[in-house]
């Protein structure tokens, strides 16, 4: 996946498949999956960590899959009150997820936010 464009440093992870992980903020995550989806990436898995105890707050991970093989990006939600963007909209199966890494770590995404009226813009 070519996401020189982007402008965003990519680190190579010791896997047995090529994958590679890239640190992202909440609007850099949306773009991230939306040009992954355009060069037609798969959404393999979404999940977040309490990273609290190291004092990282919480990450909220994102893996796509491609013909070059797996990306992650990792977004950094540093308190309780932070959100982090809808992925539906650019990866439909993301809904299901996002609503597990809800129950699992309670953060929101900004779409559930907003219609219950609790966050504006």
Not at 17 to 35: E, F, H, I, K, N
Not at 70 to 83: A, I, K, N, Q, Y
Not at 113 to 120: E, K, P, S, V
Request: charged share 25%; glycine share 8%.
């Amino acid at each position: 996946m070519d996401l020189s464009r982007l402008k965003f440093a990519t680190a190579t992870l010791p896997a047995g498949v090529p994958a590679r992980r890239c640190s992202v903020d909440g609007s850099g995550l949306l773009t991230s999956c939306r040009v992954a989806w355009e060069q037609g990436a798969r959404l393999v898995a979404l999940w977040g960590s309490d990273d609290r105890d190291r004092d990282r707050g919480f990450t909220l991970a994102v893996v796509v899959r491609d013909a070059d093989g797996l990306v992650m990006f990792e977004h950094t939600l540093p308190d309780g009150d932070s959100t982090y963007p809808d992925l539906s909209v650019v990866f439909p199966v993301a809904n299901r997820m996002q609503r597990a890494t809800f129950d699992l770590i309670g953060k929101s995404i900004q779409r559930l936010l907003q219609r219950n009226g609790l966050m504006t813009a």
